[in-house]
């Protein structure tokens, strides 16, 4: 059973960082993609990025490329995002997910987890 925890978020004004964490269990985490997907206040969940099993590559929506960096510890069974230079667009609930595959294409919420609140405001 795939359990996802996040946490790490918060309140921050624009142009600030957030690093936030995600604590894998219930499965190998070590064979899957991981991706962060974010979800906006009124509006639908978007991809935000993945990262591959070694956590050798990379991709990113072009809404946050350049400013935020996906990362992972698979000896920790943990997936991180950092968020630099936040802008309030950035605001939302981001889930941790498992990946079907290399895609960037959002899983069923199954694979999520109970996600984190990020409040970009001045």
């Known amino acids: 059973q795939v359990q996802l925890v996040e946490s790490g978020g918060g309140l921050v004004q624009p142009g600030g960082s957030l690093r936030l964490s995600c604590a894998a269990s219930?499965?190998?985490?070590?064979?899957?993609?991981m991706q962060w997907v974010r979800q906006a206040p009124g509006k639908g969940p978007e991809w935000v990025s993945n990262i591959n099993t070694g956590g050798t590559s990379t991709k990113y929506a072009d809404s946050v490329k350049g400013r935020f960096t996906i990362s992972r510890d698979n000896g920790k069974n943990t997936l991180y995002l950092q968020m630099n230079n936040l802008k309030p667009e950035d605001t939302g609930l981001y889930y941790c997910?498992?990946?079907?595959?290399?895609?960037?294409?959002?899983?069923?919420?199954?694979?999520w987890g109970q996600g984190t609140q990020v409040t970009v405001s001045s």
């Open positions: 219930g499965f190998t985490f070590s064979k899957y993609y």
């Open positions: 997910a498992r990946s079907i595959d290399s895609r960037a294409v959002i899983p069923p919420r199954t694979y």
